[in-house]
């Protein structure tokens, strides 16, 4: 069974609703939103994962063997399982374009199809968007910490699976980090690769010097040495050695890797060695337990390091492990619907985000309105799917674009905003329609006429 594309990969009460819903001709238009909502760690969110939720949207077909499960549990009627063989998602969809720099409440992604359709697609869909949106995230404040040093996605292995490890490069080089240690992730995506060694492979020689030096004569273009197996300094005067016999040969040390102990005391003594030894284009390397606030640390003690290397912290995003995500019913049979119970209340009615620039594309505000509402500033929610068919356009699908925009993104954010120890508060504005609407089902659910 393909993960990737069975229907069954949903939880079950999306099935069983289904089944009403076509008992009781449940089957007129519905809008279903997707959005955050506000996390104390998170100032904003970075979207992404549209792509992969839009490729599962055209090919969510019911095989014959998920439907002989669904007939094998009892729960559900044989009409039920006929049906689910000709199910196609025949929707529209409109959403953020990957990459942008959006806030909590504000719709990330907008379903507007037949109610079966629009509620099947609910868990999946969110699973899709709602982790590479999480990683995405994460590593954008990575990016913002290290200014113009690059920073890699070395996480795979800590991810929380296969499929989380791949999506987690692509989503860490949307957000703006350089390359990638995981090979799926570059073949499927186009993501430049890079990696050293590990441990291991020093362990595995009778010398630190012979390895050094067997690497390099085996990658000679790609010559980047872990120096921190034994000693640091000891490993930093070894390379300076290695390197004057490879150099004979044409062969240069672009980098080492440092991935323990004091990076900022390790990088300097380090770099003192390597240019001691004539080797000063050579690259400092640092890795191990990173993630935004100790790379903003190192690099602001002007630690002298060339690139950094991530991996738990952002594949498994491990201060927010999951943000509040919802996907909730806002209108169905001509009427706005949203929910009113205490703590968890989200806005009623289909709805576009209008977002206000400066002159000079620095971020000044947002507002959430209603779709057919004229509001101040530019609509970020775009039409990507029509009638079950993606759009075209390389903007809409193109990993380098969402890359792109994302950049823009965090550039035009005010500078309180890319603050990581204390950022400004920001909230989007209620436009007055949304206002209206939100307070008038509030009542009429206080005074239960729903």
Known sequence: MNLERTPLLTDLYELTMLQTYYEHGMTEEAVFELFMRGSPKRGFFIAAGLDQGLEWLEQLRFKAHELEWMQQTGLFTQAFVDRMADFRFTGDVMALPEGTVFF????????????????????????????????????????????????????????????????????????????????????????????????????????????????????????????????????ARRVVEVARRLAGDGISVHGVRIDSGDLAANARLTRAILDEGGLTDTRIIVSGGLDEHRIETLLASGAPIDGVGVGSNVDTSADVPFLDSAYKLHYFRDKPRGKHSRGKTDLPGRKQVFRRLSDDGELQGDTIGLFDEKVSGSPLLEPVMQQGQRLGGADLTSLEAARSRCQNGLANLPAGLRDLQSPAAFKPELSQGLEALRERLAREAERGEV
Not at 106 to 130: D, F, G, T, V, Y
């Open 104 to 235: 909590a409440e504000e719709p990330l992604l907008q379903i507007i199809a037949p109610l079966p359709e629009a509620q099947l697609i609910e868990s999946r869909l969110m699973n899709i968007l709602h982790y590479q949106t999480l990683i995405a995230s994460k590593a954008a404040r990575c990016v913002i910490a290290a200014g113009d040093t690059p920073v890699i996605d070395f996480g795979m292995r800590r991810a929380h699976g296969g499929e989380a490890g791949t999506w987690a490069a692509r989503a860490c080089y949307l957000a703006g980090f350089s390359a990638t240690a995981t090979c799926l992730g570059s073949a499927r995506y186009d993501i430049p690769p890079t990696g050293t060694m590990a441990h291991a492979f020093i362990l595995a020689h009778d010398s630190e010097m012979e390895a050094f030096e067997r690497f390099a004569r085996s990658h000679p273009d790609n010559v980047v040495l872990l120096i921190d197996t034994y000693d640091v300094e000891r490993g």
